[in-house]
């Protein structure tokens, strides 16, 4: 079995400030981490491996050469083999281009070793596009499965897979063919503690480095700025709604403040509700 | 290549139906499209619809102001799946070559969007929270939260077409009907085969609860303020009294207090109700993105410093456990005749 996980490095989003001052996202000192999301990308294809009686778990990542401490924590986790896809020509990158390095590089990867599954996870949470995932999918012609919250079935000599996606609706049951592409869930695979020698062997681990023209070379024209579509026209911090009075019940007394209160749930004019109509059930 | 002009501006929507239900999001975005049309000389407002049997759903997508309807039928499309959806729908942009391709952020969307944009190799920006024409070239400004709301972008795409964008549901108004509103249906031949399409969908588990907070004209959401699971109760009886329903913030459905169908949030969703009553919710920028777009907000928490108080419509300073029984009480004591509809 082999397993192929594309991972990001974030900043951690939760520790994003921004500076009153200029109004700019201050970005020094904000904490780089493992997407969220992928770690429990990289944990299922572990998990799969383990279930399946093994094979090897490839992590991926295209980022700067700080995105190699990324991948290092994969190799803690169980990954086997880690490669940094990293240059400065893959710079300003959006979708579009990103899922063409990664769909590329897993084809050089697939003609080494055949790829059974690919896994992503479901978002990354600096950009939340989740496209990237589908992007690659599309680009390597194989079925995609979003959202995905368990494998129920695995069947490497029969070529399927019976995975569950999390939709609307509840959980819809998706048999699929392999190779399979999926964006994972958290609920995909619970993170356990990684052994000593694990970390030990991360500890030694040196990430594989490839550059826009070696091993691979990328076709120039879909990488970067280049092979990108869209630009950021422009980038602001959103103006605040502004608020209105805070008033306190100690200050006030109980009765003053609902009756306040009151008073703006009258402004909101919900009387006479209709029944919410036009939901998708 | 179809014999028509192809210089027509064409703004499509992607008209989203299960299970013969269309998702209001469409509706929302063809009210979108049609203001971009305004701003957009000699542009026509168009919709996208893919399914089995889903034809006398076109009426709906003229009366929210399509001038015509792509109808791909085929079995195939019976249920959402990425692959047949996308292929069916790249190859009508390859055909008509629309100038902006409009997309709901559901779960189907987000699933079939990067692989419509990838097909057709253009750009995509995902999450609109604002959709604009740039006057000076004509181009579609597609402005979106990133780095967890904490910056907004503005998206161009100068050169790819079409200019795609997904935005999430009740991130737009829902526009007004025009009733006797007719268009032109274009039946689009498509056959792909069921043993070309390598997924299939086994069954269907039905969540048993499927609370569309979306849609709430009353919610009251509870954040970590609440302290437990058992405080939601309360907060209930609160929603009930009111017609309205109950939501969260994160850390509330982390907890596992509530389920995450009802995260209102950067994650979770966006909601844009009448009344939107928040209590023990402190307001981080990533909850505040979700419930920005409401008319009325009160705010109930303790610490006068909460930064929900810097959106609230009124902030009280105060314990939710004595003022919202308190509430309770006014409301029950004025007979609203609000309906629950959990």
């Known amino acids: ?281 | 290549m179809n014999a028509e002009q192809p210089t027509i501006p064409r703004i499509w929507v992607f008209v989203e139906q299960q299970e013969h239900q269309v998702h209001p999001v469409s509706w929302e975005l063809l009210g979108a499209a049609k203001r971009l049309s305004a701003d957009l000389p000699g542009s026509v407002v168009e919709a996208v619809l893919p399914g089995h049997q889903v034809a006398d759903l076109a009426p709906q997508a003229f009366q929210y102001g399509a001038s015509r309807v792509y109808v791909i039928d085929n079995p195939v499309l019976e249920i959402y799946r990425n692959l047949p959806y996308a292929v069916a729908v790249s190859r009508l942009v390859t055909e008509y070559r629309p100038e902006i391709f409009l997309i709901g952020a559901t779960t189907l969307g987000r699933d079939l969007a990067g692989s419509i944009a990838t097909r057709v190799g253009t750009g995509l920006t995902a999450d609109c929270t604002e959709l604009s024409i740039d006057p000076a070239n004509h181009i579609l400004a597609a402005t979106r939260p990133t780095f967890g709301g904490n910056l907004m972008a503005t998206i161009l795409c100068r050169r790819h077409r079409p200019q795609m964008a997904t935005v999430r549901p009740r991130v737009l108004p829902m526009p007004e009907p025009v009733p006797d509103a007719t268009g032109e249906v274009v039946n689009v031949p498509f056959n792909m085969r069921e043993e070309d399409v390598p997924v299939k969908r086994l069954r269907l588990i039905r969540a048993k609860e499927q609370p569309n907070i979306e849609y709430a004209d009353v919610i009251v959401a509870g954040g970590r303020g609440v302290g437990g699971p058992e405080g939601f109760a309360l907060l209930q009886e609160l929603a009930d009294a009111l017609g309205g329903m109950v939501a969260a913030s994160r850390p509330v459905v982390d907890a596992g207090w509530l389920d995450a169908s009802r995260q209102v949030g950067q994650t979770g969703k966006t909601v844009r109700p009448k009344l939107y009553i928040a209590a023990g919710i402190s307001g981080a920028v990533q909850h505040r993105v979700g419930m920005s777009g409401a008319d009325v907000i009160l705010a109930i928490n303790t610490d006068p410093n909460a930064p929900i108080f810097q959106i609230a419509t009124l902030g009280i300073v105060g314990d939710l456990y004595e003022v919202i029984p308190a509430l309770i009480r006014q409301v029950k004591g004025q007979s609203y005749d609000g309906q629950a509809h959990l």
């Not at chain 1, 799969?48 to 401490?69: D, F, N, S, W, Y």
């Not at chain 1, 995932?133 to 019976?162: K, Q, S, W």
């Not at chain 1, 076709?219 to 959103?238: F, H, M, R």
């Open chain 1, 1 to 281: 079995m082999h397993a192929v996980v594309a991972i990001k490095q974030v900043p951690d989003t939760s520790n994003v400030r921004i500076d009153p001052e200029t109004g700019t996202l201050i970005r020094e000192g904000v904490p780089a981490i493992v997407n969220p999301y992928d770690i429990h990308a990289v944990e299922a294809a572990v998990q799969l491996k383990e279930r399946v009686g093994g094979g090897q778990v490839t992590v991926i990542t295209m980022g700067p050469p700080k995105a190699a401490e990324a991948l290092l924590e994969c190799v803690e986790q169980g990954a086997d083999r880690a490669i940094l896809i990293s240059d400065r020509k893959f710079g300003g990158a959006d979708t579009l281009a990103t899922s063409y390095v990664l769909a590329r590089a897993i084809e050089v990867i697939n003609a080494e070793l055949p790829v059974d599954i690919i896994f992503f996870g479901k978002q990354a949470i600096d950009g939340d596009t989740a496209q990237v995932g589908p992007g690659v999918a599309t680009r390597l012609n194989i079925p995609l499965i979003t959202y995905a919250v368990a494998i129920e079935e695995f069947d490497l000599a029969a070529r399927r897979a019976v995975v569950h996606r999390r939709v609307e609706q509840g959980i819809e049951v998706l048999e699929t063919t392999l190779p399979v592409l999926l964006t994972v869930e958290k609920e995909i695979a619970p993170v356990r503690h990684a052994p000593l020698p694990r970390l030990i062997a991360a500890a030694r681990y040196q990430p594989e480095v490839w550059t826009a023209t070696s091993p691979v070379p990328f076709d120039p024209q879909q990488i970067g700025l280049k092979g990108s579509p869209t630009v950021v026209g422009k980038a602001y911090t959103p103006a605040p709604r502004s608020g209105g009075e805070v008033i306190s019940v100690a200050a006030l007394g109980l009765d003053a403040v609902v009756a306040r209160a009151m008073a703006v749930i009258e402004q909101a004019h919900i009387r006479n509700l209709q029944p919410v109509t036009g939901v998708v059930s």
